[in-house]
């Protein structure tokens, strides 16, 4: 570990250490702050400047500090950030023989075939495609998660106008249908609308002002 690192898992052992507040969290208090962390790095990385994407990436570090930090005082069953990192390390030299063991691999799809080879081998204990798969992904994010994994399943056509809200999914799940047969991101696509709302309606809001 750099010295920078290592400087900040100290500094979160101190924390844990001497912060009232800090102590009686566990892993699952710090969830919804994971999720918002998570959120406003992709804000940065979508939207935002550099210096906003050096900050969010330090404070989900922050995050993964903290929850090694947590580990590190199980008393069954400890592990501490390096062991976070070692297993890290260790699962990409198997996932990347193309970089560390000779195999070859020219073009990104080729790359591929080299990873999901590897992690299927990492996981083979596992009966279904879908083992793995959280379900609390954003909905879109998720449809077209599991579109990926069982690609020999036949989604519904989009209903011309849904009338029903069971319709209206089968709706959403064609349009993730398309995004991934043109190699589009649903989620985001459909998160870069949204600003784009947000922006009309404030320039709404100051034309109603002025």
């Excluded at 990347?96 to 990873?115: K, M, N, R």
């Excluded at 992904?137 to 009338?163: H, N």
């Amino acid at each position: 570990m750099t010295d920078a690192l290592r400087e900040a898992a100290e500094t979160m052992r101190a924390v844990r250490d001497r912060c009232v507040w800090t102590q009686q969290v566990d892993h699952r208090a710090l969830v919804p702050y994971l999720v918002e962390e998570s959120a406003e790095l992709i804000d940065a990385v979508e939207d935002g400047t550099r210096a906003e994407l050096r900050e969010e990436l330090g404070d989900l570090l922050w995050q993964v500090l903290f929850h090694a930090e947590i580990a590190s005082r199980d008393p069954d069953d400890p592990f501490d950030i390096d062991d976070v990192a070692r297993g890290l390390t260790e699962k990409m030299v198997r996932r990347h023989p193309h970089v560390f063991a000779g195999e070859s691999a020219d073009t990104p799809e080729q790359v591929l075939v080299l990873w999901n080879a590897a992690k299927a081998a990492e996981k083979h204990q596992r009966r279904s495609v879908l083992d793995g798969v959280s379900e609390r992904m954003p909905s879109l994010a998720l449809a077209q998660k599991l579109l990926d994994r069982a690609a020999f399943v036949d989604a519904p056509p989009a209903e011309a106008a849904a009338q029903t809200e069971a319709e209206l999914g089968d709706a959403l799940l064609a349009l993730a249908v398309h995004a991934r047969a043109n190699g589009w991101d649903a989620e985001r696509a459909l998160r870069e609308r949204l600003r784009r709302l947000e922006a009309e309606v404030r320039r709404a809001e100051a034309d109603l002002e002025g």
